[in-house]
């Protein structure tokens, strides 16, 4: 049986949930991989995910799959992870060390720059300059990365402006990687996207979260409380005059990204069960008063940055009902565990929050997949933002973005 994505499309109505189709069917999740993941820029790691000279990691999203190396000179390049010889896949997924990077087909070999080193038996004629590997479109935001597979990659340099200034001082191309986490969802990726777009479930399912964090605040939730506006409003003072630059852009001109710096509960400094901070200051920041600055990239990324830590969110959807989520979480690079931090506590919030969330995404998983579901109205109080992320989502899955 197969499932007309025209029909399905005309049924959508505004300000509710997606119809069925699009978080089960497998002609939807083809579009979404083929108009939304391979047309827009993805969050592939950090920069501290390939830290020296000779690292190697490999990503793959649906049918492509991107190199990441950091070549002798310090540089990290990205290319498609296929030799120009019969297209073999060069490097498994994960991550490594290497002096060159060699085809385990025919032993084709290139340098971490992407040039070609060596092909056996091909001859005098061969074009080595011709079968270098194909590069893929790669921007470094303030130590994050992201890559694009399309030929012709959207604007990116609006994000530059808007997120740099604010991640500055944080430094984390000075970070090192602390600990990571993986996990399988039975689950579409926009269902998990839906629930990181809304804190409406927020008190009831994060305890560890809302004690440092208010659950509002978040773009497209209308709710109001004095002491969060007070709050907001005496942070961002005191946040500019230690040169932070806080400026909140949510999906500007529909945008793909939002930046925001928020503040923490009274009492609290960082995403700590305790409050205090659990591992050495970020970077270059002057004081641990800074909040937690929050980025999220549509359509696989969401970004915690704390004083102390920052813990990155990516997504790779598996199957029409299967997403893998990988959450890494990093400190400076000087900090030693055991002395510094320890990696149950920098954890502790962030984890637990994230393993609620998979929880409750499998629940609404199966909920949408019975013969019970149908598209359901979005608050217009607190769900703004998931109405935002559907609009944005069906003007890629349409060809328009």
């Not at 820029?41 to 990691?57: H, I, K, N, Q, T």
């Not at 060069?90 to 990077?101: D, F, K, M, N, T």
């Not at 087909?105 to 720059?113: E, I, M, R, S």
């Not at 793909?256 to 050495?280: C, K, N, Y």
Request: hydrophobic letters at 35%.
């Amino acid at each position: 049986m197969t499932t007309d994505t025209r029909d399905v499309a005309a049924d959508r109505r505004t300000g509710y949930t997606l119809p069925q189709a699009y978080y089960v069917a497998d002609e939807f999740f083809q579009r979404d991989l083929e108009r939304v993941f391979a047309t827009n820029w993805l969050f592939v790691g950090s920069s501290s995910e390939v830290p020296r000279p000779g690292d190697v990691a490999a990503w793959s999203m649906g049918r492509d799959s991107v190199l990441l190396t950091r070549d002798d000179e310090g540089v990290v390049r990205a290319h498609h992870n296929v030799c120009r010889h019969r297209g073999c896949r060069l490097w498994p997924e994960g991550s490594g060390s290497a002096r060159v990077v060699v085809c385990p087909y025919h032993q084709w070999t290139y340098g971490l720059d992407g040039a070609l080193r060596a092909a056996p038996h091909m001859g005098p004629d061969a074009d080595r300059h011709e079968l270098s590997l194909r590069p893929v479109h790669l921007r470094n935001l303030g130590g994050l990365l992201f890559v694009c597979f399309s030929d012709a990659a959207p604007p990116f340099d609006p994000a530059v402006d808007a997120v740099e200034p604010q991640l500055r001082l944080h430094d984390l191309e000075q970070a090192r990687v602390a600990a990571r986490q993986h996990y399988t969802v039975a689950a579409n990726w926009k269902i998990l996207v839906e629930n990181n777009r809304e804190c409406y479930h927020c008190r009831v399912n994060h305890p560890e979260f809302c004690l440092s964090n208010y659950d509002f605040g978040i773009a497209g939730d209308s709710r109001t409380n004095r002491q969060y506006e007070a709050a907001v409003a005496d942070h961002h003072r005191r946040w500019v005059e230690q040169g932070l630059a806080p400026q909140e852009v949510s999906f500007a001109d529909d945008g793909w990204f939002r930046v925001a710096r928020l503040p923490l509960r009274d009492g609290f400094v960082t995403e700590s069960l305790s409050g205090s901070l659990i591992a050495p200051l970020l970077g270059r920041l002057p004081s641990s008063d800074v909040g937690s600055l929050r980025l999220v990239t549509l359509p696989n990324s969401w970004t915690h940055v704390d004083a102390d830590y920052a813990a990155t969110t990516r997504l790779t959807p598996v199957g029409p009902e299967r997403t893998d989520v990988d959450i890494t979480f990093l400190v400076r690079a000087d900090a030693v565990e055991g002395r510094d931090y320890t990696v149950a506590e920098l954890t502790a919030v962030l984890g637990a929050t994230s393993e609620q969330d998979w929880e409750l995404c499998e629940l609404n998983a199966a909920g949408i997949r019975s013969r019970g579901y149908l598209p359901g109205p979005l608050s217009p109080v607190t769900e703004g933002s998931v109405s935002t992320f559907h609009d944005w989502y069906l003007r890629c899955l349409e060809g328009d973005s």
